[in-house]
């Protein structure tokens, strides 16, 4: 009879096992996770300081011809031919270092940082964390219609998996301190430290683990704290605080919610529409960058406030200094221009030019309601967008309180975000961010629940009277009970073996097959053919525990024993029972019925 590692196990040890199960499956490497994360932070950090520096650089050289770091803004000037001529520029510059020095450069890096996760187990080249900084601050310094976001999550992310790197970590850690290095850069560019931990929980992360929260949370901390010296100190738009607001205020938000929730779900077309457009032109995409950079610069040729990161426009939004047909010109011509320079896969961000579609839309809609001021529709309508367009509310709340440091917001915030965040789940099938991957043949879930293996327990599941068979019953026997018709194991591919009473193996059908060629069979016993002190799991214990000893040894049924004997057999937990779990799980999710009040009603 073969034999494993005998399952034997104390009265003492037994009750240590029960009591082990606990809330969390942290331990203490989530102590050097945040250690770890702590340098993550300050690197990200300073790496946020170059990109701003970089790209006030490279846009006072080419439309300002001087050196200089001071941040400028587009609106007023009226570069020429010229401001025509420098986003194409840059995009064949940023199309040349996409095709020879990485592909992974082009568009707005979120999706490539979950594409590293999910699929490149949190490794990043580090070419990707040079290029990636350099091509987007010459897409924005050349008049991209961008925020530094997106290229900072990006870069932050790929600083934290190469420092993992250096380290003997697992994949799931390499990707906490990859996300710790993305929501780190968040935090570095708006002093949104909060937003940044809420993002990686939203998007990047997959999971709600102490174990990948708190480094994260550290890592952002850490990039807020080095940000003052290098950046200086938050908020990064200040408004006048709003009063408290009345409850109609909140129907108002609810409109603004509904109506961004719609913009961001045709934003989100049209800038894959503008993508389908380029893949059909009869060029390289290495040249798209470039049409893309054209069309750009004719849109900041009619509107030079489209150029760029556009911070002060979004501030301005917010203080209520843009109003009436300025609000219909923004919109449009920000839209469309973002739509089809993201479409031209080039290197740039999404959130900032949402921000200000967003506010825009928030501000517009203020103003023909004549409620309140224009100013706090445009907060709101930039929480919307971010909540609809990225899928990420909480996000999105968290975010704009962060920018403004105006808490009497939050209630309007909640009201608009959630509404653009219902109305864009229900028209569109994914994100503006998920979409990208799902058109590389990727698919992401977004809904995050508890395993529902880590909720059962094997009892609840098992079954009662598994088919058992004496030592001394030989293979011939066995083989012929099974053959019967209506034969309680004809149904399993194991039976159990007693011996007084109390396990003393398992059978498979592979061991029958094996036993009956070899010489002796008939009188050949199930005990000699089976295997002897098998893997066996407690009634009380998980089903997800259960299914990692399957797992870990290799086995695909156990035998359910008494945890205060573990010879005594309690049942039997095979393929079957777990898929029936998992059937129990969706059938709460699917069948509707009455109540056992609604029933007596009726």
Not at 32 to 37: K, M, Y
Not at 271 to 296: N, R, S
Not at 403 to 408: A, C, Q, R, S, V
Not at 551 to 574: Q, S
Request: net charge positive; proline share 5%.
């Amino acid at each position: 009879m073969k034999s494993v590692s005998p399952f034997t196990i104390t009265s003492s040890t037994a009750s240590e096992e029960h009591d082990a199960l606990s809330d969390f499956t942290t331990d203490r490497r989530v102590l050097l996770l945040s250690a770890l994360a702590i340098p993550i932070g300050a690197i990200a950090a300073v790496v946020a300081k170059v990109l701003i520096w970089l790209i006030a650089v490279i846009t006072n050289a080419v439309f300002f011809f001087r050196f200089s770091t001071e941040a400028v803004t587009f609106g007023g000037h009226n570069f020429g031919w010229w401001g025509v001529l420098v986003p194409a520029l840059g995009g064949l510059v940023i199309g040349l270092m996409a095709r020879y020095g990485s592909e992974k450069i082009r568009g707005h890096g979120i999706p490539e940082a979950l594409e590293a996760i999910l699929l490149g187990r949190s490794l990043i080249n580090p070419r990707v964390a040079i290029l990636k900084p350099i091509s987007s601050a010459i897409s924005i310094g050349t008049g991209g219609p961008y925020g530094a976001e997106g290229p900072i999550i990006m870069t932050g992310g790929a600083f934290g998996s190469l420092f993992a790197q250096l380290f003997h970590l697992t994949s799931a850690e390499r990707k906490t301190l990859l996300v710790a290095g993305a929501a780190a850069g968040m935090a570095a560019v708006f002093a949104t430290p909060v937003a940044g931990v809420l993002l990686a929980v939203e998007l990047l992360l997959f999971e709600w683990k102490p174990r990948s929260f708190i480094p994260v949370a550290v890592a952002s901390i850490v990039a807020a704290v080095v940000r003052q010296p290098l950046l200086g100190v938050g908020p990064i738009f200040p408004v006048q605080t709003h009063a408290i607001l009345e409850p109609k205020f909140l129907a108002c938000a609810l409109l603004v919610g509904i109506c961004v929730g719609l913009l961001a779900s045709l934003l989100t077309n049209i800038v894959y529409a503008c993508e389908d457009g380029f893949a059909k032109l009869p060029i390289h995409w290495m040249w798209w960058p470039a049409v893309g950079g054209l069309l750009v610069g004719i849109g900041g040729y009619l509107d030079p406030r489209v150029l760029g990161v556009g911070y002060e426009t979004i501030h301005s939004l917010m203080r209520g200094e843009i109003l009436g047909t300025a609000l219909i010109g923004l919109i449009v011509a920000k839209g469309l221009v973002w739509s089809i320079s993201l479409g031209s896969g080039t290197s740039g961000g999404v959130l900032a030019p949402l921000l200000m579609v967003g506010g825009g839309m928030g501000a517009l809609l203020g103003t023909w309601l004549g409620i309140g001021d224009p100013g706090l529709w445009a907060i709101v309508g930039m929480a919307a967008i971010m909540g609809g367009a990225m899928s990420a509310p909480l996000t999105g709340i968290i975010f704009v309180l962060e920018l403004t440091h105006d808490l009497n917001t939050m209630p309007a915030l909640l009201v608009g975000t959630v509404a653009a965040f219902g109305v864009t789940v229900l028209l569109l099938r994914r994100s503006i961010l998920t979409e990208k991957l799902a058109r590389r043949g990727q698919h992401i879930s977004r809904e995050y629940s508890v395993d529902a293996f880590a909720l059962i327990r094997v009892g609840d599941v098992m079954d009662r009277t598994p088919p058992i068979v004496p030592d001394t019953t030989t293979v011939a026997e066995l083989a012929a009970q099974l053959a019967q018709p209506g034969s309680a194991g004809a149904r399993r591919q194991a039976t159990l073996i007693e011996r007084d009473g109390l396990l003393a193996g398992i059978v498979t059908r592979g061991d029958l097959l094996r036993a009956q060629r070899a010489n002796g069979a008939s009188s050949m016993t199930v005990a000699r053919a089976g295997t002897a002190n098998p893997i066996a799991v407690f009634a009380d214990e998980t089903l997800d525990e259960a299914l990692n000893k399957m797992l870990h040894h290799n086995v695909g049924r156990l035998p359910v024993v008494a945890r205060e004997n573990a010879r005594k057999i309690v049942g039997y937990l095979g393929r079957p029972e777990i898929l029936g779990a998992r059937t129990r799980g969706r059938e709460e999710e699917s069948h509707r019925e009455r109540g056992p009040l609604g029933k007596r009603l009726s």
